[in-house]
């Protein structure tokens, strides 16, 4: 019995990777394992007559409601961009650089990444205990065991705050890693080839200036940091 961890990628046509073939990813544990190491997701939507894509913070359910798991974003009830996502086919992206190529040529200059594509229908999450759990995973993405250590959302906050719900099962994913794939010729020239590695790093916690006076950095808090 398959597994949303075990379902393949590329399950539908329109998301079927053609240009640079060589590079997709068939194992949706590598997907999952982006998401979840990732930050930043943006969010492609038609709104009228033309297209918007803005950015998102987001987390992962790999056995929420939706077909082969949830993606969840959350954002303001007044954004227009978000209204007119609910029910709507939108696209989410999340991508990590982790270098750059330096090839012998302008054309074969690249850059090794990590990329994912995620299409499908996106729904409101109208159910307040769906909607909690959303936001809980959206703030332990960003700093994992700080949901627990905060005070319950009032009714307020949570009638501010809109969640999309999208299903994992549309995706496909990319990768590139090593160094530069040039022409034979350009390798005898003599020109320097290879890649620069990025990496993401996460600096000390900095206190608010207005902490209770003596107040230390939790431990959520400091592990994210380390």
């Known amino acids: ?3 949303p961890t075990t379902q393949p990628l590329e399950p539908t046509d329109r998301t079927r990777v053609r240009r640079g073939r060589n590079r997709a990813v068939a194992d949706r544990a590598e ?24 950015p998102a913070a ?5 056995d929420g409601p ?18 007119e996502s609910a029910e709507a086919t939108v696209c989410v992206t999340v ?19 990590r990329s994912a594509v995620v299409i499908g229908r996106a729904r409101l999450v109208d159910d307040p205990g769906e909607r909690r759990h959303a936001l809980d995973l959206i703030v332990d993405h960003m700093i994992p065991g700080r949901a627990a250590t905060l005070r319950p959302s009032t009714r307020k906050e ?12 549309e995706a ?10 040039d022409d034979p010729e ?41």
Do not use: C, Q
């Open 1 to 3: 019995m398959s597994t």
């Open 31 to 54: 997907l999952l394992a982006l998401l979840a190491d990732g930050l930043v997701a943006h969010l492609g939507v038609t709104i009228g007559d033309h297209p918007i894509v803005l």
């Open 172 to 181: 496909s994913m990319k990768a590139r890693a090593g160094g530069p794939v």
């Open 66 to 83: 939706d077909e082969d798991g949830t993606l969840y974003v959350h954002g303001s009830v007044a954004a227009r961009w978000l209204r």
């Open 95 to 113: 991508t990590e650089l982790d270098g750059l190529v330096a090839a012998r040529s302008a054309f074969h200059h690249s850059m090794n990444y």
């Open 58 to 62: 987001y987390a992962l359910d790999v």
């Open 186 to 226: 350009d390798v005898e020239a003599g020109v320097w080839g290879g890649h620069v590695p990025i990496r993401r790093t996460i600096g000390a916690p900095v206190p608010a200036a207005d902490n209770v006076p003596g107040l230390g950095v939790p431990d959520d808090v400091r592990s994210r940091a380390s």
């Open 158 to 169: 949570l009638a501010a705050t809109a969640v999309l719900a999208v299903p994992l099962h």
